[in-house]
């Protein structure tokens, strides 16, 4: 008789330690984020195949249930997944279940968990000038009597602003579920992290306007400190409005 339970993480995980085309499983998502499980958390698993050789394994492409999801891939598949891409804070902070590389599977994920210095300028550049975009919008839509758009601006102003910082560490930005996660454990140099979180949820609950401008004035010393003034001062005059001035 064929047993139609569902597949439990611990039993796929069973069957494919003992399965040798298998080089790693990797547990992403909020069960490898301390503290974040739920009762509603399934496992959400990579299973990193070698290229070429078969396996049984393969009729579990697609499998996803409340339980368990498995994402099939081959090695180098795995070595270019969020990178770059939305993938790559998950990897981040994934953990792993089993390495058959000698610790190769745990170099790849912390690969992914540091920007390189040039890849990091480049995102802080673009952020930060994405960043200053959405900020003298919101500024400009508050103070002609756009409520709303001022409002919606401010809160895209803090996705880029949140780009920006951890690119400047970095780092890969986390999903908006585990910001405080990561801060928490992960504090951003140079930043008080409950100051931060309060100005985050202001502005992008309310647009509030003094808020927005007092954590410019932040972000403009930090930015500059880190070579991105030609980016602030590509803005001419608009920065007055920024400021406050």
């Known amino acids: 008789m064929t047993d139609r339970r569902p597949l439990t993480h611990d039993a796929f995980v069973t069957l494919a330690s003992a399965?040798?085309?298998?080089?790693?499983l990797v547990l992403k998502g909020s069960r490898a984020h301390e503290g974040m499980t739920t009762e509603h958390s399934d496992h959400d698993l990579y299973v990193v195949l070698t290229e070429g050789v078969p396996t049984?394994?393969?009729?579990?492409?697609g499998h996803r249930t409340r339980e368990l999801d498995l994402v099939l891939l081959t090695l180098d598949e795995f070595r270019a997944l969020g990178m770059p891409g939305f993938e790559r804070y998950a990897l981040a902070r994934a953990r792993v279940v089993l390495d058959r590389l000698d610790g190769g599977i745990a170099r790849i994920l912390a690969a992914k968990a540091?920007?390189?210095?040039?890849?990091?300028?480049?995102a802080a550049a673009r952020w930060l000038d994405a960043y200053a975009n959405s900020l003298?919008?919101?500024?400009?839509?508050?103070?002609?009597?756009?409520?709303?758009?001022?409002?919606?601006?401010?809160?895209?102003?803090?996705?880029?602003?949140l780009e920006l910082l951890f690119a400047l560490d970095r780092r890969p930005r986390p999903y908006n579920k585990y910001l405080?996660?990561?801060?928490?454990?992960?504090?951003?140099p140079g930043w008080d992290t409950d100051a931060l979180l309060d100005a985050v949820a202001r502005i992008s609950g309310s647009g509030d306007v003094?808020?927005?401008r007092q954590l410019f004035a932040r972000v403009?010393?930090?930015?500059?400190?880190?070579?991105h003034g030609a980016v602030l001062d590509a803005w001419g005059e608009d920065l007055e409005l920024m400021r406050g001035r």
Do not use: F, M
């Not at 399965?19 to 790693?24: I, M, N, Q, T, W």
């Not at 801060?183 to 951003?188: D, E, I």
């Open 56 to 61: 049984d394994l393969t009729r579990y492409t």
């Open 220 to 227: 403009e010393t930090v930015a500059r400190h880190h070579g």
């Open 19 to 24: 399965d040798p085309a298998v080089l790693g």
């Open 136 to 161: 003298y919008r919101s500024l400009k839509n508050d103070r002609d009597g756009h409520g709303l758009a001022a409002r919606l601006d401010a809160a895209d102003s803090i996705g880029h602003l």
């Open 114 to 122: 540091r920007l390189t210095a040039d890849e990091a300028s480049r």
């Open 180 to 188: 405080e996660w990561e801060l928490a454990r992960y504090p951003l």
């Open 210 to 212: 003094p808020a927005q």
